[in-house]
C-alpha cells in the first residue's frame, strides 16, 4: 500500500493507530488493503498535502462512519477547507509573482 499510494509505511500505521485507517487483517494476521483503504488513504493524503490538520480529518473519517445522515456536516468541512486553500493558494501566486519580478529584474527568463 505505500508504494502504491506514495504514504510512508509509518504514516500508513499512524493513521491506523489514530482511527484514520481500519485494515482488515488476514489469517496470518498480516494487513489486507482493499480497493476502498486504497481510495480513503490517498484521499487523507490529499487532504494533508492541502493543509487539512490531523483533527479534521480524525472529524471528517468520524463523520464518514456516522452514515449517509452527515453529508450535510462532511460538506460543509470540506467548503471551509475549500476556502483555506484557495487563500493559501493566493499567497503562494503573489510570492511566486514577486521571484519571478526578482528574476527578471536581474535579466533572467521567468518563463515555465
Same mark, same amino acid.
Given at each position: 500500500m505505500a508504494e502504491r499510494t506514495g504514504v510512508s509505511v509509518h504514516t500508513l500505521r499512524y493513521y491506523e493507530r489514530i482511527g484514520?485507517?481500519? +485494515? /482488515? =487483517? $488476514? %489469517? %496470518?494476521g498480516h494487513r489486507v *488493503? $482493499? %480497493?476502498?483503504?486504497? %481510495? =480513503? +488513504? +490517498?484521499f487523507l493524503n490529499r487532504l494533508r498535502m492541502t493543509g487539512m490538520p490531523i =483533527?479534521?480529518? =480524525?472529524? *471528517?473519517? /468520524?463523520? +464518514? $462512519?456516522? $452514515?449517509?445522515?452527515t453529508v450535510p456536516e462532511r460538506l460543509a468541512m470540506l467548503i471551509a477547507h475549500r476556502e483555506a486553500v484557495r487563500a493559501q493558494l493566493a499567497e503562494l501566486q503573489f510570492a511566486l509573482a514577486t521571484v519571478e519580478f526578482k528574476i527578471a529584474a536581474y535579466g533572467g527568463d521567468c518563463a515555465p
Amino acid at each position: 500500500m505505500a508504494e502504491r499510494t506514495g504514504v510512508s509505511v509509518h504514516t500508513l500505521r499512524y493513521y491506523e493507530r489514530i482511527g484514520l485507517l481500519t +485494515v /482488515a =487483517r $488476514g %489469517a %496470518a494476521g498480516h494487513r489486507v *488493503y $482493499g %480497493a476502498d483503504d486504497f %481510495a =480513503r +488513504v +490517498v484521499f487523507l493524503n490529499r487532504l494533508r498535502m492541502t493543509g487539512m490538520p490531523i =483533527r479534521e480529518l =480524525r472529524r *471528517y473519517v /468520524a463523520l +464518514v $462512519g456516522e $452514515g449517509e445522515q452527515t453529508v450535510p456536516e462532511r460538506l460543509a468541512m470540506l467548503i471551509a477547507h475549500r476556502e483555506a486553500v484557495r487563500a493559501q493558494l493566493a499567497e503562494l501566486q503573489f510570492a511566486l509573482a514577486t521571484v519571478e519580478f526578482k528574476i527578471a529584474a536581474y535579466g533572467g527568463d521567468c518563463a515555465p
